[in-house]
Every structure is written in structure tokens, then in C-alpha cells.
């Protein structure tokens, strides 16, 4: 009886054991507190941008997102970030756009928004959270009929970049108009100082000498000219007055132009090198890192001597996007989303020492972007020229010749008012 006794409670304790493993034995795709157990869905997503000279800032918010994605949504997902040069990046990205591999995000001007939309390139984000953190001023440059058609990036006031300390030790002050910037030159020039820097390598930066000189004089004296220009019925011999200044910063700027890349120029200039830069604000990033202690001002490139035509520039340029057939659609809007993120977006924009946009960013603008927007609080500013992207493009080249000395003011004229008709076809 005893060992019958001991028998039954050998097996009922075996029984338990076993009961007890098969309850603590979970089905491992079942979620605990601690956290989802089941592997990561592996996704890919290409970004590819035109701001080369942001690329370890937005590497390390690719990053961030990568992580965030990882941590809060299950997803691997691994960011492939491109930024092909800028003289090359339109090009590149034409030619996946066509070639059927078309990134899943990618970096336009918004100036050329109208022509991306109109070829099925981009995809329509109003419903997306990030639409309202948008100030209203700025989603109104990134939208067509109401339709939100980019995240905008890169919105500023730029102009001429200053030395405020070689100014100040010059005893000169911030020009008013061409004659006021010639005395400018001759003082600096007296002091021992080089008054522009030039670093005419690629083609883009002798353009902003087009764009800033462009917008001031139309806005200023000729505003039906762009109109004109696209219904042929303008010409470039209008505003040959442009050459005033151009013709001045060319003949009084550092030697060897065609071999200083934009970069180059940027740190040369912030060693003081040059007292004044034709380069946007988006310049400070090369600028202050190569020396932090540089007093960096901003003023309004004059054309002639008409003040209503010296202005600075009001743009919202750089603007990411998301492509229609992108493979991971979700992804992609989760990444456009994260561009104005409540806690990260503030970091990023301040690091790129890009203007604030949005109702995210709660940080104070550097200097020079304060000196920037008191002209366009002043009304010394004029919004950004639409001109097709081949007629920019051309402005860039003809005047990389001018300054060799291959083509005259006379060509430039012809060859413009070609270039925009053949634009126009």
C-alpha cells in the first residue's frame, strides 16, 4: 500500500512538472511587455539629395531614423543617402527619373515644382501630418492649387556675404547702390584687402551673380519681363546693366577662379582671404566650421544706382520629395514626416544653419540669417525668378567664358535670348 501510495504521488508530481513547463512555453511570434519577439521586417529606401555640403549632417539623421524605425515600428530598414555633386545632380537624377529607377525620395528646386508635378514625379503630401507644421508663407512656395508637393528644405534671404570685422577695420560700411560698392572696392583694395572672393569652378556660383542681379533689377525696374521672356517677347539687352557689377566683382576678386571649387572658396573666405563673397547662406556651414569665430554678415547685391532695385533674395530652394512609385511608399512618407519631427527636426535644420520653417523649429537663426531677413522685413527683398532650369544653367556657363574672356557681354546677350526661346518651344 505504501509504495502504491508513493507511486501515485511520484506520477501526479511528474503530471505538474510537465503542466507547469507546457504554460511557461510561449508561442515565440506572440508580443510580452518587454517587447515584440518576432524578427524585424528588412526594408530598403533610396534618398538621394542635392546638398553634398550637408552630407554628415543628414548621414546622422538618416541614422536617427533608421533607429527610430527599428525601435518603435519593427522595421530594419537601411537608408541608402546619395548627393552626386551639384553641377552633376540634375542630370543624375534626369536620367533615373527616366530610366525607371527613380529614387524613393529626392531633393528639387521648388522653383522647378510645376514641371516635376507635371510629370507624374511627385507625390501629393497635404494629408500628411507634417502639412500643418508648415508656416503658411513657405508651404505656399512648395505647393501647386492647394496641393503640398514637397517638403521644403532650404527657405532664406541671402545675398552678398560679408567680413563684418575686415568692413569694420576698412571703415566701410554695407553698399546702398553700384557706385556705393565701387568706393567699397577702392577703400578695401587701399587697406590691403581682396575685395571678392571667386571660386567660378562650377558653374552654379557665377550664376548667383545672375540670380541676385536679375532679381533686383526686374523686381525693382522691369517686373513684366520674365513674362515677356516667356512669351518671346523680351530680351536679355534689358537688363545688360546686370555687367555693372558682375564686371566689378570679376576685376577686383582672388586669382586662379576656375580652379577654387565652391567648398574651397567658402573655407579660403572664412580665413580672410576676401572681404566679401557672392554665395548664399548656405555657405556658413564650410564657413564657420573652418573658423568659428568669424563675424559673417549678409547684405543686398546693388545692381545700378537705383536702390529699388537693391534687394535680397526670398526663396524656398531645396525641397525633398516623394516619387509616385516608390517601392516602400510607407516608408517614404514616414521619412518625409521625420524632416519636421516634433523632437529631431529642430537639430537638423539648426545644424545645416538652415532657416526656421515650421512650428518645430524653436531655435534662434544664426547672425547672418537675422542680418538676411531684416531686408525682407524692410521690403528690400524680391521672391525668387522662375527661369527654366537650361536657362540657369546657361547663365552659369556663358559667364564661367566671360570671365576667361571667350565671350562678350554682346554674345551673352544672343545667347541667352536663344536659349530662352528654345526653352519656350
Same mark, same amino acid.
Given at each position: 500500500m505504501k509504495?502504491? =501510495? +508513493? @507511486? $501515485? %504521488?511520484?506520477? &501526479? =508530481? +511528474? @503530471? $505538474? %512538472?510537465?503542466? &507547469?513547463?507546457?504554460?511557461?512555453?510561449?508561442?515565440?511570434?506572440?508580443?510580452?511587455?518587454?517587447?515584440?519577439?518576432?524578427?524585424?521586417?528588412?526594408?530598403?529606401?533610396?534618398?538621394?539629395?542635392?546638398?553634398?555640403?550637408?552630407?554628415?549632417?543628414?548621414?546622422t539623421y538618416v541614422k536617427q531614423f533608421e533607429a527610430k524605425m527599428l525601435a518603435e515600428e519593427n522595421i530594419k530598414v537601411k537608408v541608402n543617402l546619395e548627393m552626386p555633386s551639384s553641377d552633376q545632380y540634375e542630370s543624375?537624377?534626369?536620367?533615373?527619373?527616366?530610366?525607371?529607377?527613380?529614387?524613393?525620395?529626392?531633393?528639387?528646386?521648388?522653383?522647378?515644382?510645376?514641371?516635376?508635378?507635371?510629370?507624374?514625379?511627385?507625390?501629393?503630401?497635404?494629408?500628411?501630418?507634417?502639412?500643418?507644421?508648415?508656416?503658411?508663407?513657405?508651404?505656399?512656395?512648395?505647393?501647386?492649387?492647394?496641393?503640398?508637393?514637397?517638403?521644403?528644405?532650404?527657405?532664406?534671404?541671402?545675398?552678398?556675404l560679408y567680413n563684418k570685422e575686415i568692413f569694420a577695420a576698412a571703415g566701410v560700411e554695407i553698399p546702398k547702390t553700384l557706385d556705393d560698392l565701387k568706393n567699397i572696392t577702392e577703400v578695401l583694395k587701399e587697406k590691403g584687402y581682396t575685395p571678392f572672393m571667386l571660386a567660378y569652378q562650377e558653374q552654379w556660383v557665377p550664376q548667383l551673380m545672375t540670380a541676385l542681379t536679375l532679381g533686383g533689377k526686374v523686381s525693382g525696374e522691369i517686373p513684366d519681363w520674365v513674362d515677356r521672356m516667356y512669351a518671346d517677347n523680351g530680351s536679355y539687352e534689358e537688363v545688360i546693366d546686370i555687367f555693372g557689377p558682375i564686371d566689378l566683382i570679376m576685376a577686383n576678386g582672388t586669382d586662379r577662379a576656375m580652379e577654387m571649387g565652391s567648398e574651397s572658396g567658402a573655407a579660403e573666405f572664412a580665413m580672410g582671404k576676401a572681404a566679401m563673397f557672392v554665395q548664399g547662406t548656405w555657405a556658413s556651414g564650410t564657413i564657420m566650421t573652418t573658423n568659428p569665430d568669424?563675424?559673417?554678415?549678409?547684405?543686398?547685391?546693388?545692381?545700378?544706382?537705383?536702390?529699388?532695385?537693391?534687394?535680397?533674395?526670398?526663396?524656398?530652394?531645396t525641397t525633398l520629395a516623394v516619387h509616385p512609385d516608390a517601392k516602400e511608399m510607407d516608408l517614404a512618407l514616414k521619412f518625409a514626416n521625420y524632416v519636421l519631427d516634433d523632437q529631431d527636426s529642430a537639430g537638423l535644420f539648426q545644424a545645416c544653419s538652415f532657416n526656421p520653417l515650421a512650428t518645430v523649429h524653436n531655435y534662434e537663426p544664426a547672425s547672418w540669417v537675422a542680418?538676411?531677413?531684416?531686408?525682407?522685413?524692410?521690403?528690400?527683398?524680391?521672391?525668387?525668378?522662375?527661369?527654366?532650369?537650361?536657362?540657369?544653367?546657361?547663365?552659369?556657363?556663358?559667364?564661367?567664358?566671360?570671365?576667361?574672356?571667350?565671350?562678350?557681354?554682346?554674345?551673352?546677350v544672343k545667347r541667352m535670348d536663344e536659349v530662352f526661346k528654345s526653352s519656350n518651344k
Open positions: 509504495k502504491f =501510495l +508513493v @507511486l $501515485s %504521488l511520484i506520477v &501526479c =508530481l +511528474v @503530471l $505538474s %512538472l510537465v503542466a &507547469c513547463s507546457n504554460d511557461a512555453v510561449s508561442d515565440p511570434t506572440e508580443t510580452t511587455e518587454v517587447g515584440s519577439t518576432e524578427s524585424p521586417r528588412v526594408a530598403e529606401l533610396n534618398i538621394m539629395m542635392s546638398i553634398p555640403q550637408y552630407m554628415d549632417q543628414w548621414d543624375v537624377l534626369q536620367a533615373r527619373l527616366t530610366g525607371g529607377d527613380a529614387p524613393d525620395l529626392y531633393t528639387l528646386h521648388s522653383n522647378n515644382i510645376a514641371t516635376y508635378d507635371k510629370a507624374g514625379n511627385l507625390t501629393d503630401l497635404s494629408a500628411e501630418p507634417l502639412a500643418d507644421k508648415i508656416y503658411d508663407n513657405v508651404r505656399e512656395t512648395v505647393s501647386i492649387e492647394g496641393r503640398l508637393l514637397g517638403v521644403p528644405l532650404e527657405s532664406q534671404a541671402w545675398g552678398v568669424m563675424k559673417l554678415g549678409v547684405f543686398a547685391l546693388p545692381v545700378n544706382n537705383n536702390e529699388a532695385c537693391t534687394l535680397v533674395n526670398l526663396s524656398t530652394s542680418d538676411a531677413s531684416a531686408f525682407v522685413a524692410e521690403g528690400k527683398a524680391y521672391k525668387d525668378l522662375v527661369l527654366p532650369s537650361a536657362v540657369t544653367d546657361e547663365q552659369g556657363k556663358l559667364l564661367q567664358e566671360y570671365y576667361v574672356k571667350t565671350i562678350t557681354k554682346e554674345d551673352f
